[in-house]
T-cell receptor, first 111, second 114 residues
Framework: QKEVEQNSGPLSVPEGAIASLNCTYS??????FFWYRQYSGKSPELIMF????GDKEDGRFTAQLNKASQYVSLLIRDSQPSDSATYLC???????????FGQGTRLTINP | DGGITQSPKYLFRKEGQNVTLSCEQNLNHDAMYWYRQDPGQGLRLIYY???????QKGDIAEGYSVSREKKESFPLTVTSAQKNPTAFYLC?????????????FGDGTRLSIL
């Protein structure tokens, strides 16, 4: 069974600091990863995806992928209270053509 | 506005009853997916479909059924065989059948047992 693992948290970060969310995966064949944000009671929304080793930046968000270590992370700079949510990491199961989701990390930004 | 519409938002099921959750998309996406989310948990894949008239079982298909008669529609039936159906059900869609493209989600349906 291909797995994506996340620390469920909660992760508490002061406002204005950098929040670091991490994800490991078991499938060495996974090439692509997605980060979703889910507010309480709402559906997930896509915030970042990354296909290549290294960093990808989009505004305050940076996704990092290290295929050798099977590790993907999401950094949120200048954290805001509105960033408080659960963040879901998903990797691609290429064989089955589907996403495998982690259990999510609950992030709280403290004013 | 393009998007994914799930209905109803809330649904109650009686013992022994089958219920159907609707999912419609006007994004011209080829692939559609159904997930189940339990409180404090991630998403578990129930069924998915990459083209019309074809679908595959996900990780927790038992007690569920689907159809894909039209590109825009992918309804999910929760049958009486699903003994613990209370959950948040999410439908998603994505472009293409080459590789896995980013998935976009509807607003979800909350199903409870009466």
């Amino acid at each position: 069974q291909k797995e994506v693992e996340q620390n469920s948290g909660p992760l508490s970060v002061p406002e204005g600091a950098i929040a670091s969310l991490n994800c490991t995966y078991s499938d060495r064949g996974s090439q692509s990863f997605f980060w979703y944000r889910q507010y309480s009671g709402k559906s997930p929304e896509l915030i970042m995806f990354i296909y290549s080793n290294g960093d990808k930046e989009d505004g305050r968000f940076t996704a990092q992928l290290n295929k050798a270590s099977q590790y993907v992370s999401l950094l949120i700079r200048d954290s805001q209270p509105s960033d408080s949510a659960t963040y879901l990491c998903a990797g691609v199961d290429q064989g089955a053509q589907k996403l495998v989701f982690g259990q999510g990390t609950r992030l709280t930004i403290n004013p | 506005d393009g998007g994914i519409t799930q209905s109803p938002k809330y649904l109650f099921r009686k013992e022994g009853q089958n219920v159907t959750l609707s999912c419609e998309q006007n994004l011209n996406h080829d692939a559609m997916y159904w997930y189940r989310q339990d409180p404090g948990q991630g998403l578990r894949l129930i069924y998915y479909s990459q083209i019309v008239n074809d679908f595959q079982k996900g990780d927790i298909a038992e007690g569920y059924s689907v159809s894909r008669e039209k590109k825009e529609s992918f309804p999910l039936t929760v049958t009486s065989a699903q003994k613990n159906p209370t959950a948040f059900y999410l439908c998603a869609s994505s472009f293409g059948t080459q590789g896995v493209q980013p998935q976009h989600f509807g607003d979800g349906t909350r199903l409870s047992i009466l």
